[in-house]
């Protein structure tokens, strides 16, 4: 798969650190992190126990069974090839600024502003809609446990403000313990997982037949009068169901995020990230192949608008039903742990090179190394873009939480296709670290551009009919705002660059004056 230049895996502190200095940073961070705890952070957020229970109802209406049985594996293959790219630059570039500081470094200061702010728009979204899924399946939790618990949406978006509150209060205080609770986080949604499946298989009285879950199409979506069998399912709604997977497996940046705090980061983080997309791939098949077994009340689910909650209550007695929840929102409360530090580390990376305004406030550490302002501003950011899943769609479907899981995806996919166009033009000059692809580097890169592409456009497409400005039933609350949110940063963000920043933001800034070694220069 690649070629992995002598060393090892677990190199001394006093090696990253001069790492660091060579590519012009003092270590400010603490460097505690193992590789294990590298891989978990991006496997946490990856979280299995989250995209897979939050976004099922968007593949199932939109091209049903088959857009999960075998849209699943396809679209992670695609992912895994993006994720083997990124190995092979965070292997050469082990920081915590991660995907921008690579598109600085490769090419110019104009391709590390707007990467940095693809990725942290991307960032917050993604720590956002985990935790608002987080607080959905809470709501459904203490419903089911509490009959005065009505399970209303504004109890919905208050769960969801205390669970960003908490998650923020973890990592500002939790500094000596946040790499063991990544550990942690691993081994519940192994077992969590594995618990869930054996529940669906086990439990249920009755499943659902191969021909079901492998050939059946559902277009549940509103377009095309509901048929699914022309082109316009194929080639438009049947790709919309693929944010499930898309969406799922995103959030990998993590391991480049936090390699200022790996040991043996050139190494550590590059397995790390591509490993997590690997196992969550594999684990999150089998968990969805078990959903599908189990979805036998069809007429249920589809009144449910595909959420998959429908599946348990419905197939499951009360008590496994509870139990199949209780473990899929403790995973998710996990994975919105990690994707704070995530978020707050590139935060913090962004403002220390003078990109994010207020820069000197969010670049601040405190004395055990954390970025505390930077925590509670991403959190906050976080918050204020969910503000429009205090509005339900009429249409029955959480349309703004799927926006905020279309900002998720449009922004960290796009962020992550600009370095790899960019190692793409350096060709040879570029100057690999100990884990590389080789000749394969432009195969992959090429597949992983082009697919990037293509599902940055599908999701800034409606999602109903009713978001379809001049439609009959149109209304503000079904838009998909992903292309305003993604769009209206990325203006503003330009109209800065032309404006003003382009006189002053030169890319990373160093902090160190030890001369850099064995640097290639900027295409």
């Known amino acids: 798969m690649a070629t992995t230049a002598p060393a090892t895996a677990e190199q001394p502190m006093d090696d990253d650190a001069h790492r660091l200095a060579e590519l012009g940073y003092k270590q400010e961070l603490r460097r505690k992190w193992s590789g294990f705890s590298n891989f978990a952070i991006s496997f946490s957020i990856i979280s299995i126990l989250a995209g897979c229970f939050t976004t099922f109802g968007q593949a199932w209406n939109n091209g049903g069974p088959i857009a999960i049985s075998w849209g699943w594996p396809l679209i992670s293959l695609f992912i895994l090839i993006i994720g083997l790219s990124m190995s092979e630059l965070v292997s050469a570039y082990p920081t915590a600024g991660g995907i921008y500081w690579w598109a600085a470094r490769m090419g110019k200061p104009i391709h590390g502003w707007f990467t940095g702010w693809l990725n ?189 909650g429908a599946i348990f209550e419905s197939a499951l007695t009360p008590f496994f039903f509870k139990a199949v929840i209780i473990i899929s929102t403790i995973g998710q409360f996990f994975c919105g742990m990690s994707c704070v530090t995530s978020m707050s580390r590139m935060t913090y990376a962004f403002s220390r090179d003078g990109a994010v305004p207020g820069w000197r406030l969010w670049s601040k550490v405190d004395r055990n190394g954390t970025p505390v302002n930077a925590i509670i501003g991403a959190t906050i950011a976080g918050l204020v873009l969910t503000l429009p899943a205090l509005y339900q769609s009429p249409a029955g479907i959480p349309v703004a939480f799927y926006a905020v899981v279309s900002v998720a995806v449009i922004g960290l996919y796009l962020a992550f296709l600009i370095p790899i166009a960019l190692r793409l033009r350096m060709g040879d000059r570029f100057v690999p670290g100990p884990w590389t692809l080789g000749r394969r580097y432009k195969l992959f890169g090429w597949i992983a551009v082009i697919e990037i592409a293509v599902i940055s456009l599908y999701f800034i497409m409606p999602i109903v009919p009713a978001g379809v400005p001049g439609n009959d039933d149109f209304s503000w609350s079904s838009v998909n705002y992903a292309p305003i949110a993604v769009g209206g940063v990325l203006v503003l963000v330009a109209i800065w660059w032309y404006a003003s920043a382009r006189k002053w933001f030169t890319g990373p800034r160093r902090t160190i004056d030890e001369p850099e070694a064995a640097a290639e220069q900027p295409a």
């Open 120 to 308: 942290l728009i991307g960032l917050i979204a993604v720590t956002a809609s985990v935790d608002y899924g987080c607080a959905t399946f809470l709501n459904l939790t203490l419903s089911a446990l509490f009959e005065g618990w009505a399970g209303t949406l504004n109890q919905a978006f208050l769960l969801f403000v205390i669970i960003l509150t908490l998650h923020g209060i973890i990592n500002i205080f939790g500094h000596q313990i946040i790499d063991v609770l990544q550990n942690v986080s691993v081994w519940w949604h192994v077992v969590g997982a594995a618990a869930v499946v054996l529940i669906l298989v086990f439990v249920p009285d009755n499943h659902q037949s191969m021909q079901f879950v492998f050939t059946e199409k559902f277009n549940n979506s509103g377009f095309a009068g509901g048929d699914s069998g022309g082109l316009t399912f194929w080639f438009y709604i049947l790709p919309l169901g693929f944010l499930l997977t898309q969406y799922t497996i995103t959030g990998f940046d993590a391991c480049a995020h936090v390699s200022e705090e790996t040991k043996g980061a050139a190494l550590s983080a590059a397995r790390g990230l591509w490993r997590s997309i690997f196992y969550s791939a594999i684990g999150g098949w089998i968990l969805l192949l078990s959903f599908l077994f189990a979805a036998t009340n069809v007429d249920a689910i589809n009144e449910a608008g595909g959420f998959s």
